[in-house]
């Protein structure tokens, strides 16, 4: 039974780089896509963008440009970079995984896989403030 | 970005009642329609994936239907457990959310 585990710092300071780790346990990290998705307080849910295993991301167009999100294959741990962070980043992190039956698409001259998630992290809170 | 909007925003029912969720995207994502459920201060779990595959260990009282731009979550009679959040999510091209559902006691 495949766990997600997010970790990282409760706290942010604006204009500062948010950064978060997701601990994949119980199955491989050598397959499916691995999402981070995020929550303000009493909002909806926002993609911010997937990783596969072999480096390949994708990025949600509104958050792209302060975005990056690696994976480390021998740790089975993914990471997520916020960059410029300002208070409305201020919200619940979730990591997930990407179910097999996606879809692909063409964008921009390339495709891209997407997927819903069926496994879930239980996510970690962060605030940006000073 | 295609745009997902749910309806209506709470839904109030008392416990053995049909429930009916209402997804639409701002075009069409085929049949590439996720439904969630989120209590509060959980992660949200998977339901319906395919507009109407039940997730693994899913009851079967929850339903989804639709294609195109239209969506339905039916939830054939509700139980204590199922008052929470539904969000529907499409994967047609990129991803996106919809606002959500808040599914409450009458």
């Known amino acids: 039974q495949v766990q997600l585990q997010e970790s990282g710092p409760g706290l942010v300071k604006p204009s500062g780089t948010l950064s978060l780790t997701c601990i994949v346990s119980?199955?491989?990290?050598?397959?499916?896509?691995w999402s981070w998705i995020r929550q303000p307080p009493g909002k909806a849910l926002e993609w911010i963008g997937y990783?596969?295993?072999?480096?390949?991301?994708n990025y949600n167009p509104s958050l792209h440009s302060r975005v990056t999100i690696s994976v480390d294959t021998s740790k089975t741990q993914f990471y997520l970079r916020l960059s410029s962070v300002t208070a409305a980043d201020t919200a619940a992190y979730y990591c997930a995984r990407g179910g097999v039956a996606g879809n692909y698409y063409k964008a921009v001259g390339r495709f891209y896989y997407s997927s819903y998630m069926d496994v879930w992290g239980k996510g970690t809170r962060v605030t940006v403030s000073s | 970005e295609i745009v997902m909007t749910q309806s209506p925003a709470t839904l109030s029912v008392s416990p053995g009642v049909r429930g009916t969720l209402s997804c639409r995207a701002s075009q069409s994502v085929t049949t590439n329609l996720a439904w969630y459920q989120q209590k509060h201060g959980q992660a949200p779990r998977l339901l319906i994936y395919g507009a109407s595959t039940r997730a693994t260990g899913v009851p079967a009282r929850f339903s989804g239907s639709g294609s195109g731009t239209e969506f339905t979550l039916t939830i054939s009679s509700l139980e204590s457990e199922d008052f929470a959040v539904y969000y529907c999510q499409q994967y047609h091209n990129g991803l996106t959310f919809g606002g959500g559902t808040k599914v409450e006691i009458k």
């Open positions: 119980g199955g491989s990290i050598n397959s499916h896509y």
């Open positions: 990783i596969h295993h072999s480096g390949s991301t």
